[in-house]
């Protein structure tokens, strides 16, 4: 089976460009996260997709970042304007079944982020 | 007070010893407790969860919860140098919600 995969893998930009990251879940996962983590720290939910709905955005930075899941599959964090502080790992994770406490997170690979 | 709360370490052993990781918890309404191990440069992996007072055993790991204490540990038997990394401890706090700890630094000593 494979894994939570995300796209690009690395990613250097300028403050002020934006930026976009993509994540495919696992096949059949219903439940979609987005995660940043910075050095040293746990992961830090930014938002949540129980299928398309938005069910958890309360960490979301919306004056820049914003999010979609389009179909219930696919998903695309993006940043605009990126700033320097917005350097971090940012993390994809998907579960199955939704609204459950017991549903396993897996993560994939994430994205690191540079701001310059 | 942080929500969940480990001892960042570095946690040193030596290969072939037990290691401890330990974890608590703000919340007590929280319903299921996570192990995920995390090597530098890499994601966090799932090894371990428990939903119920007391042990739970998956090959060398075992997780321990104490919800009246609000506690859970993580004890990695046999301890080997491929097992030095952070171990992440996460807490369900209803629904899909996972609140992470900062992690604690595993080096096992060949």
């Known amino acids: 089976e494979a894994g939570v995969v995300q796209s690009p893998r690395y990613k250097i930009i300028e403050k002020k460009q934006p930026v976009a990251f993509w994540c495919n879940p696992i096949?059949?996962?219903?439940?979609l996260y987005w995660y940043l983590q910075n050095l040293g720290q746990g992961p830090e939910l930014l938002i949540r997709y129980e299928n398309e709905e938005a069910v958890d955005d309360s960490q979301l930075p919306k004056d820049r970042f914003s999010a979609e899941r389009l179909k219930g599959v696919d998903s695309t964090l993006k940043i605009q304007p990126a700033e320097l502080g917005d350097s971090a790992v940012y993390l994809c994770?998907?579960?199955?079944?939704?609204?459950?406490?017991?549903?396993?997170?897996?993560f994939g690979p994430g994205t690191r982020l540079t701001v310059l | 007070q942080k929500e969940v709360e480990q001892n960042s370490g570095p946690l040193s052993v030596p290969e072939g010893a037990i290691a401890s990781l330990n974890c608590t918890y703000s919340?007590?309404?929280?319903?299921?407790f996570f192990w995920y191990r995390q090597y530098s440069g890499k994601s966090p992996e799932l090894i371990m969860s428990?939903?119920?007072?007391g042990d739970k055993e998956d090959g060398r790991f075992t997780a321990q919860l104490n919800k009246a204490s609000q506690y859970v540990s993580l004890l990695i038997r046999d301890s080997q140098p491929s097992d030095s990394a952070t171990y992440l401890c996460?807490?369900?706090?209803?629904?899909?919600?996972?609140?992470f700890g900062a992690g604690t630094i595993l080096r096992v000593k060949s």
């Open positions: 919340d007590r309404g929280s319903q299921s």
């Open positions: 428990i939903y119920s007072n």
């Open positions: 096949s059949g996962h219903n439940t």
């Open positions: 994770a998907s579960s199955s079944g939704t609204g459950s406490s017991y549903n396993e997170q897996f």
């Open positions: 996460a807490v369900n706090k209803g629904g899909n919600k996972l609140v």
